[in-house]
């Protein structure tokens, strides 16, 4: 079992920055792909960035790519996502996910088993 606690949501103007992390219990997240996925309301969820078990592949969103960065310290147990240029339609509830896996870090949400419970990013025009 996997916990995982994300941090760092808030209220940004548009064109800001925000830096969210995400904190995951147990002792193989080394082994683990990450990943960031998005829910806006009324919207399904989508996959917004994920990065391999060793910090060398990513994977991006057309919608984010230049303005998101994804990245991970292993001995921290921790992924980070650095959201800069922010537009209003960036708003949305943030979610990271855990894929026990070496394998690639696909943006198919049901290749990821654990979840955290959200951290919210309201971006202002």
């Known amino acids: 079992q996997v916990q995982l606690v994300e941090s760092g949501g808030g209220l940004v103007q548009a064109g800001g920055s925000l830096r969210l992390s995400c904190a995951a219990s147990g002792r193989s997240f080394s082994t683990y792909s990450m990943g960031w996925f998005r829910q806006a309301p009324g919207k399904e969820r989508e996959f917004v960035t994920a990065?391999?078990?060793?910090?060398?592949?990513?994977n991006y969103a057309d919608s984010v790519k230049g303005r998101f960065t994804i990245s991970r310290n292993n001995d921290k147990n921790t992924v980070y996502l650095q959201l800069d240029k922010l537009k209003s339609e960036d708003t949305a509830v943030y979610y990271c996910a855990c894929r026990p896996s070496y394998g690639t870090p696909t943006t198919y949400s049901a290749d990821y088993h654990y979840w955290g419970q959200g951290t919210q990013v309201t971006v202002s025009s």
């Open positions: 990065v391999s078990w060793n910090g060398r592949t990513t």
